[in-house]
């Protein structure tokens, strides 16, 4: 694969494989068949740390650069992408408090999440999905409190989270600049869970709709600035889109080694049909598209770590990465002939799996319209 690990991220690399070999890859078919949330699984993750990778070892994370964690980050999609997603929700709703939290919001992150929890990213709602300035969702400041009501929808550990990131408008006069960030822990009156997603993929992971009936928070909890929340928000989203391309790579990644695998031992016309150059080009295929994504991925995450932006690069990379997976593990499902289409075979569920990458953290559509604006300055 296409990276240059030190002897540290090997090592990581290997452990987080031989962990999700062992611990993870034996139940994925039935809690896929079951759609039902594996938080035992999820248990063995934490203690392992994969729920927090990136949070600053100072409030008890892992401590990783950004490429370290979307190496790992692939190794656990390619067993179970779901199970990545959960996972990679809490670095994205940390990003946001990275970006402009205060030392206490980030202790109280830390609080909840560390000894073993989830948090939600809680921005997209029905009629507020790539439109963030139809967000209806309010917060209203009174006194030393904020009353926030609304209700989110599509929002990845919404009815597992110990602790939300959540969008509201302060001033429903300015667009995405009157949309605010706060933190509001799972306790709080008024905040409940919705209807559960029971989706077409990604079934490990936790899908709700999560609602705010006039539920108050201390004006503390505000992050950073009123009016700055949308602003956070795509900022984090860059990060998170990385990460999302790490997870679709991760499943093209398992789907060609299923499909190069299998072509090696199916025997048609009296020899493997790897022999075959029709089969052995669509393999070849795969692999590029794959190691283009990777090293998409690679660029934008060099250019986060020198300070550069990226935010072009990202949606490159989450585009690039989300139809390479959609479009290997397809191919796979065609190697593999009709066993690929029956659930016997794990490329059908790769598949299923790919194609919520095209759809989250912004369609690839939206990523589409964010290259290019910067290319003609718009």
């Known amino acids: 694969m296409g990276y240059i690990l030190s002897q540290d991220q090997k090592e990581l690399q290997q452990s987080v494989k031989k962990f999700m070999e062992k611990e993870i890859k034996p139940y994925v078919s039935e809690v896929d068949e079951s759609g ?7 248990e063995k993750a934490f203690e392992m740390g994969l729920h927090c990778l990136g949070i600053p070892e100072e ?16 190794e656990i999609s390619k067993v179970d992408a779901g199970i990545a997603d959960s996972l990679g929700g809490n670095a994205l709703a940390f990003q946001v408090l990275n970006l402009a939290g205060t030392d206490s919001q980030k202790k109280l992150f830390a609080e909840r999440v560390i000894p073993g929890g989830f948090a939600a990213f809680a921005l997209t709602e029905a009629n507020a999905g790539s439109d963030s300035a139809a967000t209806r969702t309010a917060a209203t400041r009174e006194g030393d409190e904020y009353v926030i009501t609304g209700t989110k929808c599509f929002i990845t550990n919404g009815g597992v989270a110990n602790i939300y990131i959540v969008f509201a408008k302060t001033d429903k006069e300015k667009g995405t600049k009157g949309i605010s960030a706060f933190l509001v822990e799972r306790e709080r009156p008024g905040l409940s869970v919705g209807k559960e997603e029971n989706k077409m993929g990604i079934r490990a992971s936790n899908t709700c709709e999560v609602v705010f009936d006039h539920v108050r928070i201390p004006a503390d909890h505000l992050i950073g600035t009123e009016g700055s929340g949308f602003k956070y928000a795509m900022q984090a989203l860059d990060a998170g889109r990385l990460a999302v391309s790490a997870m679709a790579i991760g499943i093209a990644q398992h789907a060609l080694e299923e499909a190069a695998a299998y072509a090696k031992t199916r025997v048609t016309f009296g020899q493997p049909i790897s022999k075959f150059q029709a089969i052995q080009f669509m393999l070849a295929d795969m692999d590029m598209k794959i190691e283009s994504a990777r090293q998409m991925m690679v660029h934008a995450a060099t250019l986060a770590a020198e300070g550069i932006s990226y935010t072009r690069e990202a949606a490159m990379a989450k585009c690039i990465s989300s139809d390479a997976a959609v479009d290997v593990a397809t ?11 029956s659930r016997e075979y794990p490329v059908e569920k790769l598949l299923r799996d790919a194609k919520i990458f095209q759809i989250f953290e912004g369609t690839n559509q939206i990523q ?5 604006g910067r290319l003609l300055g718009s």
């Open 59 to 74: 409030y008890g994370g892992g401590g990783l650069d950004l490429l370290t964690e979307l190496i790992l980050v692939e």
């Open 331 to 341: 191919d796979a499902i065609q190697v593999l002939g009709g066993y690929g289409y």
């Open 368 to 372: 589409r319209v964010i290259i290019s």
């Open 36 to 42: 039902r949330f594996p938080l035992e699984l999820y």
